[in-house]
């Protein structure tokens, strides 16, 4: 009975001793999830063109392209037709006489609720209105002189603005969706 006794005596002294001592806190890194930048594409306004404008838009603040291309989508439920118009090395997307997408190529354009962004600007205006698609940014190291690609999210869908960079410099912006098909 006395060894009975003095093992609980030892078992509750023990318990004691070892519950005044305070667990260290766990450290909780809070990962942030890595998103990109949002745009409103309905906000988005090329020279004076608005996506998501009639066609007659961009003939009237643009003129008349140097050619245009018409192709038949394969899905017809999706959308009737889809016009490339072609303003020299600039092109607009027009479906169902709809403006819907854009490559600008030349700095002969500029997306105005941008800050007047067009291609030749450097990588820090991107960088700085762009930090998390800047820090999600695609860099193509099989050319000589790499190509980063900024990707800006439209909401939450899979479209995207792409800004081509090379040399600190725009190169190319384009409206694309996820699976790399013009928008």
Partial sequence: MKLFSTLSLLSLLFVIAFSSFKPQQKHHIKHE????????????????VKLGSNYGTILEKLGSPDSVEKEE??????SNQLEVYYYGKDVFLIM???????ELNTDRYKIENLGDLKVGDSMAKVKKRFPNSYKLRDIDNSVEDWITTVSVQ???SDSFLE???QNDKIIKLETVTDDGTEE
């Fill in 163 to 165: 800004i081509s960079l």
């Fill in 33 to 48: 999830i890595d998103e990109y930048d949002t745009l409103n594409y309905h906000s988005m306004v090329v020279s004076g």
């Fill in 73 to 78: 989508t394969p899905d017809a439920n999706l």
């Fill in 154 to 156: 439209f909401g939450t």
């Fill in 96 to 102: 169902d006489e709809t403006v819907s997408g854009f």
